[in-house]
């Protein structure tokens, strides 16, 4: 009679495997991490350059006078239309022919105020629950100044 020989991994081979893959989690799963970090802090970056781009194109249109500070005011000049006066029209009208500059703000995608699209113009910068600083005449992150990015840069800051 021939002996029968079992065939399948033996418990090493098996525990060498496990091992490989742990140490491959353990690289991957942080790198994977910081990435998602970065695109949050490029989005705040590319929505920081939209709105700084449409205050600028609504002075450009409105003889060189940035939108109110008035929150209210701001966001319907901002998304709205809006004449040579500021004033605000949800259609466009013969004298409201300027705009809309945003289809609306956006979600702030970082920080301790992440997921507001509110806006504040009063207090310093950095204080308060809204997602977004207006100082007259450009848009800024509205976190403290403990909130930081991967790199270590303060997000009220750029």
Not at 5 to 13: A, K, T
Not at 67 to 88: E, K, R
């Amino acid at each position: 009679m021939k002996a029968r020989r079992n065939s399948g991994f033996s418990l090493i081979e098996l525990v060498i495997v496990v091992v490989i893959i742990a140490i491959i989690g353990a690289i991957a799963i942080p790198k994977m991490s910081r990435g998602s970090a970065g695109a949050n802090d490029s989005a705040t970056i590319q929505d920081l350059s939209v709105m700084r781009a449409a205050l600028d194109l609504y002075a450009t249109e409105h003889g060189g006078t940035y939108p109110s500070t008035t929150v209210a005011t701001l966001v319907l000049q901002l998304t709205t239309y809006s004449d040579i006066n500021g004033n605000t029209s949800a259609t466009k009208t013969v004298t409201c022919i300027y705009g809309p500059y945003l289809k609306a703000v956006p979600t702030l995608p970082v920080g301790t105020n992440k997921g507001l699209n509110t806006m504040t113009s009063t207090g310093p910068a950095g204080t308060g629950t809204f997602g977004w600083y207006y100082d007259g005449t450009t848009m800024w992150v509205n976190d403290p100044s403990t909130d930081q990015d991967v790199k270590g840069v303060s997000y009220n800051t750029y």
